[in-house]
């Protein structure tokens, strides 16, 4: 059983920073891609962000020079940190992570799982 356990959510005003983790635990071989979504109110869930080791992350437009996601692979935690926080970047963030955890004598089997969501709210 894996578990992805974020936080670090919160209210900021425009232009403020905000720093989300997500400590993924469990039964885990090897982590092989972590990530963020987001979905606004009314809105359809968006990539945010997404990191694969080895490779250069990956940003949505609207975040891309805003937002910077990076990973302690100690800890299996990533973070995503967001400064110049704008009121469109509102919505429930939701952390991803590609895992793969073992489940037998050379039986491994990869399999993508979710947060619970943490509220970024940004308002005046």
């Known amino acids: 059983q894996v578990q992805l356990v974020e936080s670090g959510g919160g209210l900021v005003q425009p232009g403020g920073s905000l720093k989300l983790s997500c400590a993924a635990s469990?039964?885990?071989?090897?982590?092989?891609?972590m990530g963020w979504d987001r979905q606004a109110p009314g809105k359809q869930r968006e990539l945010v962000a997404e990191?694969?080791?080895?490779?250069?992350?990956t940003y949505a437009d609207s975040v891309r020079g805003r937002f910077t996601i990076s990973m302690d692979n100690t800890k299996n935690t990533t973070f995503l940190q967001m400064s110049g926080l704008k009121s469109e970047d509102t919505a429930v963030y939701y952390c991803?992570?590609?895992?793969?955890?073992?489940?037998?004598?050379?039986?491994?089997?990869?399999?993508?799982?979710w947060g619970q969501g943490t509220q970024v709210t940004v308002s005046s």
């Open positions: 991803k992570g590609g895992i793969t955890t073992p489940h037998g004598p050379g039986i491994m089997i990869s399999s993508d799982y």
């Open positions: 469990g039964n885990i071989f090897s982590i092989n891609a």
């Open positions: 990191l694969i080791p080895g490779l250069t992350p």
